[in-house]
């Protein structure tokens, strides 16, 4: 299955005035990150957009990554980044992503952020010793994670750092006969749904990821992962 967002979005609305954000990188990264499309704030709104993206150490990922996985720690990057959270507040999250991405994620999520679209929480997997199963049934939005595709010996896309899952109790993986391993996700099994942090088909969500070159799981035939994203499908 399937940083920086895994509830239905007009199609329609009209994108945020774009204004700087603070987009930068520590010391030692490859290249420079960049972003666009961010919301002015007044002087009592919530603060500008901002993304950091920094190398990993191998003690940040003590779950998530293994000798063996097919991406080493050392392609892959921490995004710290801004994100709107379910109580209409902006909260700092945190992505591991593959170093090749990470302007992919920074303006995906800036746009995200401009749009006040919220986000349930975002940590790393490995709050979540790398379970995949309880990171999804805590609506826990993340990244990078060495494990097999849901039901394959392949490894998934997040094990390259190229896929996210946003929101996954609103977004669920549904399998072809329409059901969720997740009990507090089934409401929200079938689409077009309305609620807060829902992705739906067509919406600015999908579009703004559609943009980046990422594809969507909600439109996969079968099965459908309305969580996930992924660099060049899959």
């Known amino acids: ?23 930068h990188e520590t010391p030692g990264s490859t290249t420079p990150v960049s972003a666009s499309d961010s919301t002015s704030p007044s002087p009592t709104g919530p603060p500008p957009f901002s993304a950091k993206v920094s190398r990993v150490a191998r003690d940040q990922l003590p779950y998530s990554w293994r000798p063996g996985c097919p991406v080493h720690y050392r392609d892959l990057r921490l995004v710290t980044l801004t994100y709107w959270g379910f109580d209409d507040k902006p909260h700092t999250g945190r992505l591991v992503v593959r170093k090749t991405v ?6 995906v999520f800036k746009r995200l952020y401009g749009w006040r679209w919220p986000i349930k929480q975002m940590k790393l997997v490995d709050a979540y010793k790398g379970d995949d199963y309880d990171s999804i049934d805590a609506d826990n939005t ?17 094990a390259y750092g190229e896929a996210i899952d946003i929101n996954p109790r609103e977004n669920p993986y549904v399998t072809a006969s329409g059901s969720t391993a997740h009990q507090n996700a089934k409401k929200f099994a079938k689409r077009p749904v309305s609620g807060k942090g829902v992705v739906n088909p067509g919406d600015k969500v999908v579009k703004a990821f559609s943009r980046v070159g990422w594809e ?12 996930h994203f992924s660099k060049g499908g899959g």
């Open 1 to 23: 299955m399937a940083f920086v967002v895994l509830a239905s979005v007009s199609c329609g609305a009209g994108e945020p005035v774009a204004s700087p954000a603070s987009v």
């Open 102 to 107: 990470t302007d992919d994620i920074v303006t």
């Open 142 to 158: 993340s990244a990078f994670n060495c494990r097999p595709a849901t039901g394959s010996s392949n490894w998934s896309n997040h």
């Open 216 to 227: 969507w799981g909600g439109y996969w035939s079968g099965t459908k992962d309305y969580q």
